[in-house]
């Protein structure tokens, strides 16, 4: 993978660029950017989640562009073509923690030249990321975007014990697989060893499965209508579809195989057969385990363990929420919507669902996602 090329030009909106940045974090990291032909624009890091890359982007890049920023999107450290070898599961776990990739992003302002972002955005497990960067280093990032999934922050000292625990012990797991209707939380299957296989090998097909898999979490899937979960049971979580709460047995291909579109995508305006390639061509030579091993990290307790160290403190930069209204997302962990706006950031520009949007809002709805952002890039400001 050291001579792969950067992503072609022609599966690019106008005005963005794919190059690679060398001596990141020990990585060849590769970058989208837009803004980057003036010197001196305030910085702007996009990063994305799983099964994304910085492709996921491509749409909301050249409007914060014209509106003045150098924007840049990577693909993560195991995603993409950001190259660190191949990645097996039996791999150190290490590289893939969340103050790890803080460090990755670092890395990369200094071999952009840069030592501040105007603002940090992440979508999906980028939320995560994005919300760590901001709490861990406030001088650096100076506003956080979050999308999709909620940021419940570090742990209070009260709490701090209690937050140590590893997530694969939860009783949770014992419980879902108890119910009549034997269940598995998708992150327990993330993490499993047979879950890069299964999606690798998916018997219907990479793009089928990737197509399905968009599909199911969008605003197109029509039984996507998310609330409030009352808490942290079994009986309670099984509420949410089956791309979270599994049938247990089941592999993530065969789970969303039977919700392909009826026209396989041929009218999906936001997700075109074309852009669906660059995913497939992107997973196909790189297989799934890189991008995986961020749920391992989750489920062995590590991430807890990152966020512990700021325990007590609160991203005090101005936050931005935005999710989709018809994605689960924000509520697939009971209070974690609640902790993030009332304990977990200072300073809360908004929280905000947009319409005619799932889980892949920056895709499904652009101009409303730049609208959002570039307001809350004014009031950061101000």
Known sequence: MANLPPLSFEALPHGIRARFADGV????????????????????FLVHGFPEIAFSWRKIMPALAAAGYHVVAPDLRG?????????????????????????????????????RAAAIIGHDFGSWIAGYCALARPDVFGAVVLMSAPFAGAPT????????????????????????RPREHYHLY??????????????????????AYFHHKSADWPDNRPHALARWTAETLAELPTYYIMDLGRSMPAT????????????CAWLTDRELAVYVDEYARTGFQGALQGYRCRMDGSLARDLARFAGQR??????????????????APG???????????????????????????????????????????????
């Open 25 to 44: 974090n020990g990585l060849r990291m590769h970058v989208l950017e837009a803004g980057h032909g003036e010197p001196g624009r305030p910085l702007i």
């Open 79 to 115: 995603y993409g073509r950001t190259s660190n070898g191949s990645v097996g599961y039996d791999d150190d776990l290490a590289p893939y923690r969340l103050h790890n990739h803080l460090l990755d992003l670092l890395c990369l302002a200094s071999a952009l030249g840069r030592h």
């Open 157 to 180: 000292f009260d709490a701090l014990g209690r937050s140590l625990h590893a997530p694969a012990d939860d009783p949770i797991h014992a419980a879902l697989a108890a119910l009549p």
């Open 190 to 211: 993330y993490a499993s060893r047979s879950a890069a296989p299964d999606m690798d090998g998916s018997p219907q097909g990479l793009t089928a499965f990737l197509r």
């Open 256 to 267: 969303v195989a039977p919700e392909m579109p009826a026209d396989a995508g041929g009218n």
């Open 315 to 332: 991203i005090e930069v101005p936050a931005l929420f935005v999710a989709g209204r018809s994605d689960w997302g924000p509520f697939q």
């Open 336 to 382: 974690a919507l609640e902790r993030m706006q009332e304990e977990a950031c200072a300073r809360m520009l908004g929280c905000h669902f947009v319409e005619g949007a799932g889980h892949w809002v920056q895709q499904e709805q652009p101009e409303a996602v730049i609208e959002l952002v570039l307001d809350a890039l004014a009031h950061a400001a101000a």
